[in-house]
């Protein structure tokens, strides 16, 4: 950590001889070790070891980025010169800004060494336990691994913030198959700070692959109907979400005015049931980021209380664009630890209720017009008929707005996805255009 | 270029166990103007070492952020004792890889233009857009470079020291309908090579630019689709995205062997009879592919994988250990995306072949359907069912082009609609500029000519 923190002060140093007005830097070091299964055999072993520098500088109100791998001082001396280069090409912007007001810290969470053995063995128990309890599927790919970042984020305007974090995750991708019949591949993955649970008591991995399993048998939906679509979480995160995100909150859309919710701060743009905050520092999450992109401290962010619009998703340049309020948490990741408060209804009493609708697990779509209208496929999905799940389907798309959808929220299920980066429910939908052959 | 302090290293190599050590650099250019302001000004660059053993159907990988000869040592040794852990705690018993042809491929060196040039050529364009088109809601141009260079040295096949750049404009451009909604267009443009070879004149874009804000006036008026299974004339544009994801995809050998349709299918009819398709190497239709390569990672030289000839599947696409497993020969499928990357199994550049129609009459022969010309994106299935988001199509009624259509969706399975193909146009278009996601992202080549077929269309 001491060498990272010199380095980084070395290259502000260098940064500021260079003209620099301000600047930013992140160092950083990164150890992983990784089991990766194929077709349910252990196939590879990685461990890699990598690093990076992050310079930001603002010159004459001028901004330049770079990002190298080495802390080579050759390498290093270039990136410098060649960051204030940029900044040199573009035209001056008085909205740049890094966090100039004074803190130091140090954050450190999780497992930082990793126990490669008992890595293995809940791999291998994974392996195992879907061979036995679900024999139709086919477990496509899975990386169970352990990552550990060791890394300081240092601002010219005296921000140093230290972070040592470990954790170790699983992602897999898996399909169900019996003799010529096949489901939908389907994947997900958690991330944990032990490896106390067997995976496949984490996040909703059973409940997942019990249902891609019963997917096997699938039928095409016979014509079109509107109904109600309930959005598993990972659906919900894919079609939602990242609509609300990138459409209608984030710099861009609201730099450019082509938001539709530009003007709707402070006023109702969902269902009243419906509250949405952006929370790196949720007790759930598992490590979340410990800063901006501009250096500022990573914070949990409300961007929707009870329906109601009450935060955009603006960088502190975006703030400074827009006369608007900069977000405390992260802005430029895809959706930065997502957290919607649960319902009253379990899933089961949500299904019950519906006479004609889907459920869906994975949405793979066009990107969503500006406006937020979209179509797609509704993946690894169940017919839903007289209050009872039914048939799988395939060739089955759904339509609609995003917009319209979060007015016409049905209800939102007491049943969670926490997969140490978000906490989600199931939430369903009234008025979605679902159509088949 | 990268020093090479790998080739000597080959004394290192543990015998008996196929090796690869990469040397491996990535630079990523980009800068953004959104609305005339530069929104993003980066550049980045990424190098390393890393090695890959082989012992009994376990792979052992290590990869250092460090291109020193001290680097490619410890990345030797930590493979191989990742090779040798997995092997002592979940024994394999395959065989060993069988051998590649060797050799070794050399090619130039590349250039790297300073910030400025992708600033000021973008500000020239911009300049260009905000001054004809004053009405535009927003508009949004992107400068980027992605290269790789990469040095191989494996225990047996081909060496080689390879360079692949490639640069792109992208323009999006965004207007209201006369409701106050507004609607987008999204044009990329360029292929292989660094920025500064691609684009020396910004005139020479102005008439894309034309183009696409006349599709956009057309999109502002658009219509939706009528949902459901309609007949289409798939652009260019369209048919690459097919080939690669609704295709493509599942004659990947790795995907074969987890249970995708394909595996059921070789040497059976999938498609009519008017149907070919290729992963090309680094040459389709007497001329260079747009992404050409001509040695994967694992050392392979690259030659063409024939996947659909006339309708019937002939083939999938393989990394040596696939094809040990398949019996098949490997033809230089396996790549990787950075440094600390395994070779997966990859397209290169994956297009149906061109057929005898012109546009004109098979638009001519549709009484009611649509033309669709534009993609974003696109995802595939094991089971053959793919998505692409339609950016921009138009309808057909009695053979003439009608309303352009807003955003929307079309779906298939693919080995389905392919037996619908009963016109295949003259003239194949490419597109490069997107990165497949599999694991890692990978820049490939698609492309195809104007099919008319039949899909499901999303809309109202």
């Not at chain 2, 094809?323 to 550049?349: H, I, K, Q, T, Y």
Request: proline fraction near 5%; hydrophobic fraction near 40%; glycine fraction near 10%.
């Amino acid at each position: 950590m001491e060498q990272l923190e010199y380095l980084a002060q070395k290259i502000l140093d260098a940064a500021r001889e260079a003209g620099a007005n301000a600047a930013l830097c992140v160092t950083r070091e990164t150890e992983t070790r990784e089991f990766n299964l194929f077709n349910g055999e252990f196939s590879l072993l990685r461990t890699l070891f990598d690093r990076s520098v992050q310079l930001s500088l603002i010159k004459d109100r001028r901004k330049g980025s770079v990002e190298i791998n080495s802390f080579d001082d050759a390498a290093i001396q270039k990136a410098v010169t060649d960051c204030v280069a940029s900044a040199e090409s573009a035209e001056p912007d008085a909205a740049w800004e890094f966090d100039s007001e004074a803190r130091d810290e140090t954050n450190t969470a999780g497992p930082l060494v990793c126990d490669a053995e008992a890595l293995f063995a809940r791999t291998k128990e994974l392996a195992e336990e879907v061979a036995k309890r679900h024999p139709k599927i086919v477990l496509e790919e899975c990386y169970a691994k352990h990552v550990v970042t060791r890394a300081v984020c240092r601002t010219s305007g005296g921000v140093t913030s230290r972070s040592a974090e470990g954790c170790y995750e699983l992602s897999l991708s898996y399909s169900a198959h019996d003799g010529d019949k096949s489901s939908s591949f389907y994947y997900g993955g958690v991330m944990l700070p032990s490896l106390d649970k067997p995976f496949l008591d984490c996040g909703l991995i059973e409940w997942e692959l019990s249902s891609v399993e019963r997917q096997v048998d699938n039928a095409p939906l016979d014509g079109k109907f509107t109904g109600t679509v309930i959005l598993a979480p990972n659906a919900l995160a894919e079609l939602i979400l990242s609509t609300v995100q990138w459409n209608f909150i984030a710099d861009d859309p609201l730099i450019d005015g082509t938001s539709i919710w530009k003007d709707k701060l402070g006023q109702p743009v969902a269902d009243p049931r419906l509250s949405l905050s952006f929370a790196p520092r949720a007790a759930d999450v598992v490590a979340g980021d410990r800063w901006t992109g501009e250096g500022y401290p990573a914070e949990n962010w409300e961007v929707i209380r009870d329906g109601r619009l009450v935060g955009f998703m603006l960088s502190q340049y975006g703030a400074n664009k827009t006369g608007g309020v900069r977000a405390a948490c992260p802005v430029d990741r895809w959706l930065p630890w997502p957290h919607i408060p649960a319902g009253k209804q379990t899933l089961d009493e949500i299904i019950a209720g519906i006479d004609r609708g889907v459920l869906v697990m994975r949405f793979s779509g066009g990107e969503p017009a500006p406006n937020g209208e979209f179509s797609g496929v509704a993946k690894n999905s169940f017919l839903i008929e007289n209050g009872k799940l039914s048939h799988a389907l395939s060739e089955t798309m759904i339509s609609g707005s995003v917009a319209d959808m979060l007015q016409k929220l049905r209800a939102l299920s007491r049943e969670t996805l926490r997969d140490g980066g978000c906490s989600l429910p199931f939430i369903a939908f009234d008025g979605v255009t679902v159509s088949g052959k | 270029m990268l020093e090479d302090v790998i080739t000597a290293k080959k004394n290192l190599f543990e015998p008996g166990a196929h090796t690869e050590l990469r040397m491996q650099r990535n630079r990523e250019r980009d800068v953004i103007l959104l609305a005339g302001d530069v929104v993003h000004n980066t550049r980045a660059d990424y190098s390393g070492v890393s090695a890959r053993v082989y012992r009994g159907g376990r792979y052992g990988f290590s990869s250092m952020a460090d291109c020193s000869s001290e680097a490619a040592e410890r990345v030797l040794l930590a493979a191989a004792e990742n090779a040798a852990f997995l092997s002592a705690h979940a024994p394999g018993d395959r065989p060993a890889l069988p051998p590649a042809p060797g050799g070794c491929v050399r090619c130039a060196a590349m250039g790297d233009p300073e910030q400025r040039v992708y600033v000021d050529f973008i500000r020239a364009l911009d300049g260009y857009i905000a001054a004809k088109y004053p009405k535009l809601l927003s508009r949004r141009l992107h400068a980027t470079e992605d290269s790789m260079e990469k040095l191989l040295a494996v225990s047996d096949g081909t060496d080689a020291h390879t360079v692949s750049p490639r640069s792109y404009v992208y323009v999006s451009l965004t207007a209201e309908t006369p409701a106050g909604t507004p609607v987008s267009r999204f044009r990329a443009i360029g292929g292989a090579g660094t920025f500064d070879t691609n684009f020396t004149d910004p005139a020479a874009l102005y008439p894309e630019i034309d183009r696409l804000y006349e599709q956009l006036m057309q999109k502002r008026e658009g219509v939706y689709a009528d949902a459901g299974l309609r007949t289409v004339i798939l652009g260019g544009e369209l048919t690459g995205m097919l080939s690669h994801e609704a295709v493509g995809h599942t004659v990947e050998a790795d995907w074969v062997l987890n249970g995708t349709v394909a595996g059921r299918c070789l040497h059976k009819r999938v498609a009519s009879e008017l149907v070919s398709l290729s992963d090309f190497a680094h040459t389709a239709f007497g001329a260079p592919c747009p992404l050409p390569v001509y040695v994967d990672d694992e050392g392979v030289p690259a030659r063409d994988v024939p996947i659909i000839e006339n309708g019937i599947l002939t083939g999938y696409m393989h990394s040596r250990e696939t094809a040990l497993r398949f019996g098949a020969e490997p033809r230089g499928n396996a790549r990787a995306w950075l440094f600390s990357d395994e070779p997966l199994v990859r397209m290169r550049n994956t297009a149906i072949h061109p057929g005898k129609d012109q546009l004109e009459d098979m638009i001519a022969s549709v009484d009611e359907g649509y033309y669709l010309t534009a993609t974003e994106n696109g995802q595939a299935d094991t089971t053959g069912e793919f998505m692409f988001g339609i950016t921009m199509g138009y309808e057909i009624k009695k053979g003439k082009l009608g309303r352009a259509l807003l955003d929307t969706t079309i779906s298939g399975v693919a080995f389905d609609m392919l037996k619908t193909v009963d016109m295949v146009g003259d003239r194949v278009e490419w597109e490069s500029y997107g990165f497949c996601g599999k694991k890692q992202p990978m820049p490939v080549g698609l492309g195809g000519p104007a099919l008319r077929c039949k899909v499901l269309i999303g809309g109202r």
